[in-house]
């Protein structure tokens, strides 16, 4: 990997980190703690803090934050989560991909990008892990018996229209399962990351 590479490699890196950051001070400014999300003792995640309590709406739930793995493994030089994905197709992924995925564990995030709601579609644990994988892999084999641009998906909207990263390019882009990129949003994961605001608008 080229000094280029490693910069805009450890930029991505950054971007990531600061948005989790901007979510997590966010959600602590208006509720004076970490997310809540529902337990189910049977999708545990190192993302877990503290101890199961009884929500205000009478649900099961426990505090969350994303996880930091200490294991890397987005690091070039590491052995990646989706290593399976890239032998099954026979590609090497774009950089950035490897970052999203497998930097954090995470539940997946609402966000903001130009006045349009998205969820960005992390991963949980090792199960979601493998849940994932299935799911690129099947999206990416249609758009290859499509012959179109190979994309891996990164975040769906309140529409039919999905977030994709372009294997090739590393452009964020806006397409339609089944159907070609239709927008680029950003020209790098890092630049679509540093817009993003945690939340979601309310339509008028």
């Known amino acids: 990997m080229s000094v280029t590479d490693n910069h805009n490699l450890r930029h991505t890196q950054n971007s990531l980190d600061n948005f989790f950051k901007r979510f997590i001070n966010i959600v602590e400014a208006q509720t004076g703690e970490l997310p809540v999300i529902e337990y189910d003792e049977h999708m545990l995640s190192d993302c877990l803090q503290g101890k199961p309590f009884m929500s205000e709406q009478?649900?099961?739930?426990?505090?969350?934050?994303?996880?930091?793995?200490?294991?890397?493994?987005?690091?070039?030089?590491?052995?990646?989560?989706?290593?399976?994905?890239?032998?099954?197709?026979?590609?090497?992924?774009?950089?950035?991909?490897?970052?999203?995925?497998?930097?954090?564990?995470?539940?997946?995030?609402?966000?903001?990008?130009?006045?349009?709601?998205?969820?960005?579609?992390?991963?949980?644990?090792?199960?979601?892990?493998?849940?994932?994988?299935?799911?690129?892999?099947?999206?990416?084999?249609?758009?290859?018996?499509n012959k179109q641009a190979l994309t891996f998906f990164i975040a769906c909207t309140d529409s039919d229209y999905i977030i994709s990263i372009d294997n090739e390019s590393g452009?964020?882009?806006?397409?339609?399962?089944?159907?070609?990129?239709e927008k680029v949003l950003?020209?790098?994961?890092?630049?679509?990351?540093?817009?993003?605001?945690?939340?979601?608008?309310?339509?008028?």
Do not use: C
């Open 58 to 145: 009478m649900q099961y739930s426990i505090h969350w934050q994303p996880f930091l793995r200490p294991d890397n493994p987005d690091s070039p030089d590491k052995n990646s989560d989706l290593a399976g994905l890239e032998k099954a197709l026979e590609i090497q992924l774009h950089p950035d991909i490897p970052v999203f995925f497998s930097r954090y564990w995470s539940d997946h995030v609402d966000a903001v990008f130009q006045q349009g709601n998205l969820s960005l579609m992390f991963v949980w644990n090792e199960d979601d892990m493998q849940r994932l994988i299935e799911n690129q892999l099947g999206h990416a084999l249609n758009k290859i018996r």
């Open 171 to 181: 452009q964020v882009v806006l397409e339609r399962p089944g159907y070609g990129v």
């Open 186 to 204: 950003a020209v790098t994961l890092s630049d679509f990351l540093d817009e993003l605001e945690y939340g979601r608008v309310e339509a008028e």
